[in-house]
Structures are given as structure tokens and as C-alpha cells.
């Protein structure tokens, strides 16, 4: 994989095309202006009666360490009392969700080596979501507890208006619902009260194009799938 991948997009069409989820980061730091201009941008994304409802920590050096390095201990550790704010999926999955959600974690785990039923390849390799992936920049986004469902739409859009930003900047991330596990965790190391729901972390940095994880690209459906065209 050549350094193409860290290319800034050339507009939004190339930025939402070339976002991924990038799972293994260069060491290089991300230059504060930079993430404060790509956080910046964010302001602008809508929001219902104009709410804004984003709260975010933008993490790096020594605070990205300690607050990766607690949930990673939590993890590993089988920390009980842990349990996220709200359900991200459904309980069962249904179709066709189901089979889109195991082609993606079989396809990631099996570009790893990593074989079906391997709890502690697999664990050890999930570990690495609690420190955002080695990223050199973490982002934890939070939201007010008596926010309803509307600002959580609003919400996703402040997320991938941050994601297209920062393709242009040559950069790439992996939103991380994982993060929201260990609520509590974050609560604490972000002098956080028990109002604000975590609702999930960011990774940051300049893609490791060298690394075996960065080829996994899951399959999308097709557009007409899922949209209709009527006139």
C-alpha cells in the first residue's frame, strides 16, 4: 500500500469516498492547529432548531495515554460493573444486519490471521480499540443526558462532518463505539458528571499504510439497495 493513502481528498466526493475506518496509525503527531480547525468545522454541521449537541474531548500525549491505558487495563483485566449508556444494536440482530455486521468482523478478523473461535487472539486484538489504535489523537464525544433522539441524528452528522474534514487534511479515523463500554471510565478521567452520556470515541492520525489491518475495507451495498428514485 503506497502513501496514497494519506493524501488529503480533493473534495468532498474523494473525502467521503477514501473515509475508513483506519485501525493502525504512524506515530507522527497531529499538529494541534490542525485538530482544532478540523473540531472548528464541526460547528458548522446542522442541527434541529439549532440545538448543537455535540460536546467532544479532543485527546492527545499524556491524557490520551492515561485514558486509553484505563479502559485497556479494565478490558483485559474482566473489570466487572461496566456497561455502556445506551444499546448501540439490536438484541438479537435481524437480517439482513446480521450478515452485513458478521461479513465485516469475520472479513477484519480473518485479514489478521486471526481464526473463528480464537477468544485470545481475538481479545488481545480488540484491546487495541481501548487505545484508539496507537492514533496520535483521540476524540471522545459526549452528549447531555436529557438530549431525545433527534439531537443524536444531529449528532451523527457533526461526527462525519470532523471524518470528511479530516480526509481533506490528509488524515484519517475510526469512530469507536467501543470506547462508550466503559462509561464510568471516561466519566472519571474526564471529570465528567453522570449528565453527559459517552457516546463514543475517535481515532485520529496518519494512516500506517504499511499495516496488514489498513487493507481490510468492507463491501458496501449498492445504491439501489437502499435508495428509491421516483418522479
Known amino acids: 500500500m503506497s502513501n496514497e493513502l494519506n493524501q488529503p481528498a480533493a473534495d468532498v466526493f474523494e473525502a467521503a469516498r477514501t473515509r475508513r475506518s483506519i485501525r493502525a496509525y504512524k506515530s507522527d503527531p497531529v499538529p494541534r492547529a490542525i485538530l482544532r480547525e478540523i473540531v472548528a468545522l464541526g460547528r458548522h454541521a446542522p442541527s434541529g432548531s439549532n440545538i448543537q449537541p455535540w460536546h467532544v474531548h479532543v485527546l492527545t500525549g499524556a491524557a490520551?495515554?492515561?485514558?486509553?491505558?484505563?479502559?485497556?487495563?479494565?478490558?483485559?483485566?474482566?473489570?466487572?460493573?461496566?456497561?455502556?449508556?445506551?444499546?448501540?444494536?439490536?438484541?438479537?440482530?435481524?437480517?439482513?444486519?446480521?450478515?452485513?455486521?458478521?461479513?465485516?468482523?469475520?472479513?477484519?478478523?480473518?485479514?489478521?490471521?486471526?481464526?473463528?473461535?480464537?477468544?485470545?487472539?481475538?481479545?488481545?486484538?480488540?484491546?487495541?480499540?481501548?487505545?484508539?489504535?496507537?492514533?496520535?489523537?483521540?476524540?471522545?464525544?459526549?452528549?447531555?443526558?436529557?438530549?431525545?433522539?433527534?439531537?443524536w441524528l444531529d449528532y451523527g452528522m457533526f461526527l462525519q462532518t470532523l471524518m470528511l474534514a479530516a480526509r481533506a487534511k490528509g488524515l484519517h479515523t475510526c469512530s469507536e463505539a467501543s470506547i462508550a463500554s466503559y462509561p464510568d471510565i471516561v466519566r472519571r478521567e474526564l471529570g465528567l458528571s453522570g449528565e453527559w452520556i459517552v457516546i463514543c470515541g475517535m481515532a485520529m492520525g496518519y494512516a500506517d499504510a504499511g499495516a496488514l489491518v489498513n487493507t481490510f475495507q468492507p463491501p458496501r451495498i449498492a445504491v439501489d439497495e437502499y435508495a428509491v428514485f421516483l418522479e
Open 64 to 151: 490520551l495515554a492515561r485514558l486509553g491505558n484505563a479502559i485497556q487495563c479494565a478490558f483485559l483485566g474482566d473489570e466487572p460493573g461496566h456497561q455502556r449508556d445506551y444499546e448501540y444494536y439490536t438484541d438479537p440482530i435481524v437480517e439482513p444486519y446480521l450478515a452485513r455486521r458478521r461479513q465485516c468482523g469475520w472479513g477484519l478478523y480473518g485479514t489478521l490471521g486471526i481464526g473463528r473461535g480464537d477468544h485470545e487472539k481475538s481479545k488481545d486484538y480488540r484491546a487495541r480499540n481501548y487505545i484508539f489504535f496507537g492514533a496520535p489523537a483521540g476524540l471522545v464525544f459526549t452528549i447531555d443526558r436529557k438530549l431525545e433522539k433527534g439531537s
